[in-house]
RNA sequence: GGGAGCGUGCCGGAAUUGGUAGACGGACUCGACUCAAAAUCGAGCGCCUUCGGGCAUGUGGGUUCGAGUCCCACCGCUCCCACCA
C-alpha cells in the first residue's frame, strides 16, 4: 500500500507541530455504509415526532410500484427527496419522510397466470426486495408508517372513501362508450390512453365499447382544479399547463334551434349546440349531429334512412384514431330534416358527420362555414351554403379568400347586429337568446368524469351490491372491508375474475336482506394512490383513514417529488380527491402538494450498430472512444435512452452500490445534472464520483493526522466559536479558507432551498474540498477544525454514511449514531465573508479591459478616481477624459469615451 | 393548428436575475512521483491572432454605458393537447 501524507508539496505552517505518522485508513464505503445503517436501524433515528414544538415537515416521494426490482429512476426520485428531508432535520423541523407501495395492479395478476402465483404472495415478495434494495440507498424514511395500497387494512378506508364519494353524489355507474384495452381486457380512464390512442399500460390500442361502468365525477370540480393552478406557485409552469389544456375550459353559448317540418311547422323537439362564436350565428347553414346523438333515428327521413345507418356502421366500427384523423375527408350525410334558425327564421338542414363527436357538448354542431375550418371543408364538400358574416376590420366585405376567417372581425349579413365587433356581437347575440329563450351563456370543459371501474381481479373491490329490489346499494362502512377474496385460480384472459366466482358474488342485500349480487369490478389503481399521502400522516388508524388533525398537521405536503409521466394522471387524481374530502370535512386544505419536482428520467448508454440496428451491451465495447461492434467491427453509434431490456442500457443500482457504496451513486446522480432534466448514466463518471468522496476522506485523514482536529472539547461547540482565533489575527490563507468554508455554507443552503438546485450544491462542496486541499496544511487547528466540520455538516445530507463516520473520526468518537444528522444546519457567518480588498473590473466602453484590487468599502467617487488613475485608463482613454462614468460599487467602473 | 419549454466549449452543465461567459465535474494533453502502470499531485484546455488584440452563448435585428440574460423576427429541438365546435 502506498503511503500518503497531506494533500501535495507545499510549505508548512511553522506555527504547526509536525504531524504524527500513521498508517492512514482507506475509505471503504460498502464496510461504513453496513455499519452505520444498522446503527440506525436499532436506533430507530429516522423515526418521525408525531408532535412537539418544532415544525413539521413533510417530504414526499412518488411511491413505486412493487415490480420487483429498483431501478435508477426510483434511486433518483428518493435521493432527491431523503437530502431534503435530511437537510430538513438539520434545520430543526419535525421530518415526515415515509415510504409505501402501490402495491394493486396488473403486473402481479399477470403474473399470476402466466407463472400459477398468488398475486398476494408475488407482490409481498416483490416488496421484500425492493425494500432491501431501498434500505441500502441510507434513505432516512420511517418505515413505521410504510402503506401498502393491497393489504385490507389499507384497501378498507380506499372503499370507505368511494362511499364518501357515493355520498356526496359523486359516484355513479352509467353505460357509456368506454376504452377498451384489448390487451389487458378491461376499460381505461381517458386519462390512461395516450395520444396515439394507446393504453398508458399495455401499449395496446384502445377500443371503443359500450359498457355500463363505474365512474367518479371530476367534471364537478373542474373549475376548481383549473382556477387553483393559479394557487400552485412551485410547481413547474409546464405541468400546470398541462392539466389546465386537460381540463379544456371553453366559454360560449348554448343555442337552441326548434326542429321542423319541411313546411316550416314545429315538431316540438329541439336541437342543442355549443359554440364559442354565438358572434357567428347568422352564418349558420346547416346543423350537424353526432351519428351516435340519440335524436338521430327519430329525425331521420324515410328517404335518407339507407344513408344514414349506412353512416352510422361505418363510423361505429372504427377506432378513435381513424375517426379522428384529421387528414381525411369528412364524411356526412342529411337526415332529411329541418331545423329553424332561431334569429333569421331561416330553414336549416339537418346533417349527421363523422367529425363531429358524441361526447363533447351536446353532440352537436352549428355548421358556419365562412368562419370555421372544418366547417368550410365540410359545406364545400357536401355543397352546402357559405355565408361570410364576420370581416376583417377595415375590409372589404365582398372580398372572399377561398379559406374560412376564424379570427375576430366585424358582423355583417347579421341583421340588427351588423357592424358590432366580434366580442360586441357575442354579448348582443347571447342576450337576445336568452330574453327570447333560445339560448344561454355556457362554459364546456374538456374533462371528462373519471371511469374507474376495471375488469381485473387484483384491485381494491368497489363496495357496492346490486338489488334487483333496491338497486345500487352502497356496504355499510362498519362491513368493510369488502375482501377480495384470496386463493382463486387465475386463468387466462377474458371477463372479469370476481364475476364467476358464484358464492362471493351472492349476498344480503345490505338495504332489504333479500338476494343480491355484489358488484365485481376492481377500482382503478390510481383510486388507491389518490390518498396514500394522507395515510402516511396517520398510518395506524384503525377507526377512520385519517385523523382530521394529522393530516392538516403534515399537509400540504412541502415537498413531492415524482416523474413527469404523473403530471396529469396521479396529480388531478389527487388534487380532486383532496377537494371532496375537504368538502366532506375530511381535511382542512386546498391543495395536497405545495412544492412540486418533477425528476428528468435517467437514461442509459446506448450503442447501437446502424447497419444492422442492434444493441450492444456496454460490456461487450472493447474501446468508449472508438466503439465498435465485437463481432463485424463496424462503428456503432452512441446515445443515451430510457433505460431498458432491450437496448442493453440498463444499470442496477445494487451493483454500483456493491462497487462504490450508496454515497457515491446518491453524490453522482444528484450532481450529474438538474434534477428535473434527465441524466445520462454513464459508469465512467461514476468513478470520478467515487474519486471525491475519497478525495474528502483523504482530507480528513490529513486533518486527522495532524491532530488538528479530533477534539472532544469541540463537542456542542458552535462553528463559529470553533474558528478560535481572532479575526484581526487572521492570516491570509486562513481568511481565504474561512471565507471559502463560508461561500459554501451560503450557496449550499441556498441551492436547498426553494427551488432544489442539487448539481449545484454537490459542486459547491467540491470547491469547498478544493479550498481545504489549498489550506487546510497552512492554517492554525482553530480554523482547520471550523472547515472540517463544516464540511461534514454540509456532506450530510447528500452523503450521510461518509458524513456520519467522519463525524465519529474526527469530531466526536463517542457521540451517538446519527448524530450528524441532528447537529443544527451551519450557519453564514458574514465577516468571514467580508474581504479587505476586491478586484475591481474596468470596462472601457462597456468591455472588460482589466481588473484593479481596490479597498472593499471604496466608495463610488473613489472608485472612479481609481480607475480614472488606472493603467488600463492610460492605455485606453488616449489622454481624453471620458464622456461618462458608471459605477457599480463593489463591481466595475465602466469608462465611455 | 393551439400551448409550454429549451438552444452556452469535445461532453454534463454554471452564471448572484442586466455587470469579468464557460463555475464545478468528465474526457483529453503535458509534467512530477514510479522500473512501469494505476492511483495521487501540478499545469493546460472556446476559436483566431502579426501576441497589441480580435471574435464568440442557434441566426438576424433592436434597447442599453454594458445583453447568455430584456424586446422583435426567424431557424432548430423536446414535450403536452388537438376535427373540442
Not at 465485437?630 to 443515451?640: A, D, H, K, N, Q
Not at 441551492?751 to 478544493?770: F, I, P, R, Y
Request: aromatic letters at 8%; glycine letters at 6%.
Amino acid at each position: 500500500m502506498w503511503h500518503h501524507r497531506g494533500v501535495g508539496p507545499r510549505a508548512r505552517n511553522p506555527l504547526l507541530p509536525f504531524p504524527p505518522v500513521t498508517e492512514p485508513s482507506r475509505y471503504r464505503p460498502q464496510e461504513i455504509e453496513a455499519q452505520w445503517q444498522a446503527h440506525w436501524r436499532e436506533q430507530r433515528a429516522d423515526r418521525t415526532e408525531q408532535s412537539g414544538p418544532a415544525e413539521p415537515y413533510y417530504a414526499l416521494s412518488m411511491f413505486p410500484y412493487p415490480s420487483g426490482s429498483l431501478h435508477m429512476g426510483h434511486v433518483r426520485n428518493y435521493v432527491i427527496t431523503d437530502v431534503v428531508a435530511r437537510q430538513q432535520r438539520m434545520r430543526g423541523r419535525r421530518v415526515l419522510h415515509p415510504m409505501g407501495w402501490d402495491a394493486f395492479g396488473l403486473p402481479a395478476e399477470n403474473a399470476a397466470i402466466e407463472r400459477g402465483v398468488d398475486p398476494a404472495e408475488w407482490t409481498e415478495r416483490n416488496i421484500a426486495q425492493m425494500r432491501a434494495q431501498l434500505q441500502r440507498l441510507g434513505l432516512s424514511i420511517d418505515w413505521s408508517r410504510e402503506v401498502t395500497t393491497c393489504q385490507p387494512d389499507y384497501y378498507r378506508w380506499t372503499q370507505w372513501l368511494f362511499l364518501q364519494f357515493w355520498q356526496a353524489g359523486l359516484a355513479y355507474r352509467k353505460e357509456a362508450t368506454v376504452n377498451w384495452d384489448p390487451l389487458d381486457q378491461t376499460v381505461l380512464a381517458n386519462e390512461q390512453v395516450d395520444g396515439e390512442g394507446r393504453s398508458w399500460r399495455s401499449g395496446a390500442l384502445v377500443e371503443k365499447r359500450k359498457l355500463r361502468q363505474w365512474f367518479l365525477q371530476i367534471t364537478a370540480y373542474a373549475d376548481q382544479l383549473l382556477e387553483d393552478l393559479d394557487q400552485l406557485e412551485h410547481w413547474p409552469e409546464r405541468v400546470r399547463t398541462m392539466q389546465a389544456n386537460w381540463i379544456g375550459r371553453s366559454t360560449g353559448a348554448e343555442l337552441t334551434f326548434p326542429v321542423v317540418e319541411a313546411d316550416g311547422s314545429p315538431t316540438g323537439e329541439s336541437i342543442s349546440v355549443f359554440t364559442t362564436r354565438p358572434d357567428t350565428l347568422f352564418g349558420v347553414t346547416y346543423l350537424v349531429l353526432a351519428p351516435e346523438h340519440p335524436l338521430v333515428p327519430s329525425l331521420t327521413s324515410a328517404e335518407q334512412r339507407l344513408a344514414v345507418e349506412a353512416l352510422c356502421e361505418l363510423v361505429a366500427a372504427e377506432s378513435e384514431q381513424q375517426r379522428t384523423d384529421e387528414e381525411r375527408p369528412k364524411r356526412g350525410v342529411a337526415l332529411g330534416a329541418w331545423v329553424r334558425h332561431p334569429a333569421s327564421g331561416e330553414l336549416i338542414p339537418l346533417w349527421i358527420a363523422d367529425y363531429v363527436l358524441a361526447e363533447y357538448g351536446s353532440g352537436a354542431v352549428m355548421g358556419v362555414p365562412a368562419h370555421d375550418q372544418r366547417d368550410f371543408l365540410f359545406a364545400r364538400q357536401h355543397g352546402l351554403a357559405i355565408r361570410q358574416v364576420i370581416v376583417p376590420e377595415g375590409a372589404d366585405p365582398a372580398a372572399f379568400t377561398g379559406a374560412a376567417w376564424t379570427e375576430p372581425g366585424v358582423l355583417i349579413h347579421s341583421g340588427p347586429f351588423d357592424g358590432l365587433t366580434s366580442e360586441e356581437g357575442k354579448q348582443r347575440i347571447l342576450a337576445e337568446a336568452e330574453a327570447a329563450g333560445w339560448g344561454r351563456a355556457r362554459v364546456q370543459y374538456r374533462l371528462r368524469d373519471w371511469l374507474i371501474s376495471r375488469q381485473r381481479y387484483w384491485g381494491c373491490p368497489i363496495p357496492m351490491v346490486h338489488c334487483p329490489d333496491c338497486g345500487d346499494v352502497p356496504v355499510p362502512a362498519d362491513q368493510l372491508p369488502v375482501l377480495l377474496p384470496t386463493g382463486i385460480a387465475l386463468q387466462g384472459r377474458g371477463g372479469s375474475p370476481l364475476a364467476q366466482l358464484e358464492a362471493w358474488r351472492t349476498v344480503a342485500c345490505p338495504s332489504c336482506g333479500g338476494p343480491a349480487q355484489r358488484e365485481t369490478d376492481t377500482m382503478d389503481t390510481f383510486m388507491c394512490s389518490s390518498w396514500y399521502y394522507l395515510r402516511y400522516a396517520d398510518p395506524l388508524n384503525d377507526q377512520l383513514p385519517f385523523g382530521r388533525e394529522a393530516v392538516d398537521q403534515w399537509l400540504p405536503v412541502d415537498q413531492y417529488v415524482g416523474g413527469i409521466e404523473h403530471a396529469i394522471l396521479h396529480l388531478l387524481y389527487s388534487r380532486f380527491f383532496t377537494k371532496v374530502l375537504r368538502d366532506r370535512g375530511l381535511l382542512s386544505f386546498n391543495e395536497p402538494f405545495a412544492r412540486l419536482l418533477t425528476q428528468g428520467m435517467v437514461q442509459g448508454l446506448t450503442y447501437r450498430n446502424p447497419v444492422n440496428g442492434k444493441y450492444v451491451a456496454p460490456a461487450d465495447v472493447a474501446d468508449v472512444n472508438d466503439p465498435r461492434d465485437p463481432i463485424s467491427g463496424e462503428p456503432l453509434t452512441v446515445s443515451y435512452d430510457k433505460m431498458s431490456k432491450s437496448k442493453y442500457n440498463g444499470v442496477d443500482p445494487t451493483s454500483v452500490i456493491d462497487r462504490y457504496g450508496a454515497d457515491t451513486a446518491r453524490m453522482f446522480i444528484l450532481f450529474k445534472a438538474p434534477p428535473e432534466k434527465d441524466l445520462e448514466w454513464d459508469d465512467a463518471d461514476v468513478e470520478g464520483q467515487f474519486r471525491f468522496l475519497q478525495r474528502i476522506w483523504r482530507l480528513a485523514e490529513t486533518a486527522k493526522e495532524q491532530g488538528i482536529v479530533l477534539n472532544p472539547a469541540s463537542k456542542g461547540e458552535e462553528p463559529e466559536a470553533a474558528a478560535g482565533v481572532e479575526r484581526a489575527d487572521l492570516q491570509p490563507a486562513e481568511k481565504e479558507l474561512r471565507r471559502a468554508v463560508h461561500t459554501a455554507i451560503q450557496e449550499v443552503s441556498s441551492d436547498l432551498a426553494g427551488e432544489l438546485q442539487l448539481n449545484t450544491a454537490v459542486s459547491e462542496l467540491m470547491k469547498l474540498a478544493n479550498a481545504m486541499g489549498t489550506h487546510l496544511a497552512n492554517v492554525r487547528p482553530a480554523v482547520a477544525r471550523e472547515a472540517v466540520h463544516n464540511l461534514v455538516l454540509l456532506l450530510a445530507p447528500f452523503a450521510p454514511h461518509l458524513a456520519e463516520e467522519l463525524w465519529h473520526r474526527l469530531v466526536d468518537p463517542s457521540a451517538p449514531a446519527s448524530s450528524v444528522h441532528h447537529q443544527p444546519w451551519p450557519q453564514v457567518e458574514a465577516s468571514a465573508l467580508a474581504r479587505d480588498t476586491i478586484p475591481l473590473v474596468i470596462q472601457v466602453k462597456g468591455k472588460v479591459r482589466g481588473n484593479l484590487e481596490v479597498p472593499a468599502d471604496a466608495d463610488a467617487s473613489t472608485l472612479e478616481r481609481l480607475a480614472l488613475e488606472s493603467d488600463v485608463a492610460a492605455k485606453w482613454l488616449e489622454g481624453q477624459p471620458p464622456r461618462r462614468v458608471i459605477v457599480v460599487p463593489g463591481k466595475l467602473v465602466n469608462l465611455v469615451p
